[in-house]
């Protein structure tokens, strides 16, 4: 049985488990020349060829899915250092999603940010915009914490049933995040709309753009129609990365996503949403990143 150098948690689960089947693209030594990102997941058989054809169609020219002999199926993807960039490539759920908001006035109770203040003790700071979508501001350590106070009894009472409360994909200042209100029983429009999307660069930085077909175009002419004055939440794997005011309605089918992004973060954002959602489950068992292994001295 062959076994690998441990790397932590995903190193010892490789360690007890030898490969049976093996998949490699490019460069078969570019893992240890390079360094780059291990998973180690459980899938249905037939989703393991799918896993190969999901990483060749995003660009990936480096990588290795191995079946081991647990049944696990070990990934390495040569030269990429964002996990979560990979894991992403596999969620189940809708990739892209566009959500209706509601402003913080329509939601939000005074009774529920006295309620906050008593369970959180400041660990979340109110936005004093009442007509935004945008609830407030909190650490990443402590928004785990505050999920778990907008999922008590108590606190969903208090608030609109179709209401959801999603945080931004990066923080702003002072490495603060911002938790926002989205509004419906589901997305008012998901992937299944989109059939384009790619990264390009204006003056304020780089955006993703978004090609909608005729079905798309008519339900975001809809949307954005009956949201003028408000704001959209365009969300990725549960993330929000943009939340723009509706100033007018859009018949073109065409959109945005900005959010600070570098070109090349735009990049990979862009073929993730074309990429798509993976058809099947899969549990992500451990992912971390592995860096080059160090040339030997002579």
Known sequence: MKTFTSFSVIGALIILAGLVSCNSRGNANAFEEKGGVMLVVKVQPE?????????????FKDFNVSTMDDGAVQVKVA??????????????RPVLEIWETYNKSDAVSPDLIMKSYDILKGA?????????????????????????FFALEEVKSLLPEDFHAMWTAK?????????????????????????????????????????????????WAYITKANIGRQIALTV???????????DEIRTGNCVISGDFSLE????????????NFPIPVQIVGAEYVPAKPKSVQ
């Open 47 to 59: 989703g393991i060829p799918l896993i190969s054809e999901r990483l060749s169609g995003a660009g």
């Open 79 to 92: 030269g990429v250092k964002d996990k979560e960039l990979i894991t992403k490539y596999f969620i189940k």
């Open 124 to 148: 979340f700071l109110w936005e004093n915009n009442d007509y935004s979508a945008l609830l407030g501001y909190a650490k990443d350590i402590d928004t785990a914490r505050i999920n778990s």
């Open 171 to 219: 923080p702003v200042y002072n490495g603060l995040y911002e938790l926002m209100a989205l509004r419906g029983d589901g997305p008012a429009l998901d992937q299944s709309c989109i059939t384009d999307s790619y990264a390009k660069k204006e003056n304020y930085g780089a955006v993703v753009g978004l090609t909608m077909s005729e079905e798309g175009k008519g339900r």
């Open 237 to 247: 794997g549960g993330k929000v990365y943009s939340y723009p005011n509706v100033h």
């Open 265 to 276: 973060e735009a990049k990979n954002l862009a073929q993730i949403i074309k990429t798509g």
